[in-house]
Nanobody, 125 residues
Framework: QVQLVESGGGLVQAGGSLRLSCAAS????????MGWFRRAPGKEREFVAA???????HYGNCVKGRFSISRDSAKNTVFLQLNSLTPEDTAVYFC???????????????????WGQGTQVTVSS
């Protein structure tokens, strides 16, 4: 059984930082593509970042240069570092994992088969 558990969300002032964590079980983050998405109130789910099993990364245009995705294979955990936050970053952030090992992932939600329950990030102005 695959389980993804996000943590680290909260309330932060504009310009601040947060680090989100996604603890995985049933999938090994080092040989599966992993991603982060977010959904703001009244908006569609939006791609934030992806981490290939190879270690390469790519980001959504709205977060490039401010957010960073990484992993700790020993802890089987993926992280999302959020810097220079703005109120527009307020959303529920979701962790996602690809279904198959050694498969590439993109910003498409259909590349991911497993999702966490989400963690709320609120940025005040």
């Amino acid at each position: 059984q695959v389980q993804l558990v996000e943590s680290g969300g909260g309330l932060v002032q504009a310009g601040g930082s947060l680090r989100l964590s996604c603890a995985a079980s049933g999938r090994t983050v080092s040989n599966h593509g992993m991603g982060w998405f977010r959904r703001a109130p009244g908006k569609e789910r939006e791609f934030v970042a992806a981490l290939q099993w190879t270690g390469s990364t790519h980001y959504g245009n709205c977060v490039k240069g401010r957010f960073s995705i990484s992993r700790d294979s020993a802890k089987n955990t993926v992280f999302l570092q959020l810097n220079s936050l703005t109120p527009e970053d307020t959303a529920v952030y979701f962790c996602a994992a690809a279904k198959n090992t050694y498969s590439s992932v993109s910003g498409n939600i259909y590349d991911f088969a497993y999702w966490g329950q989400g963690t709320q990030v609120t940025v005040s102005s």
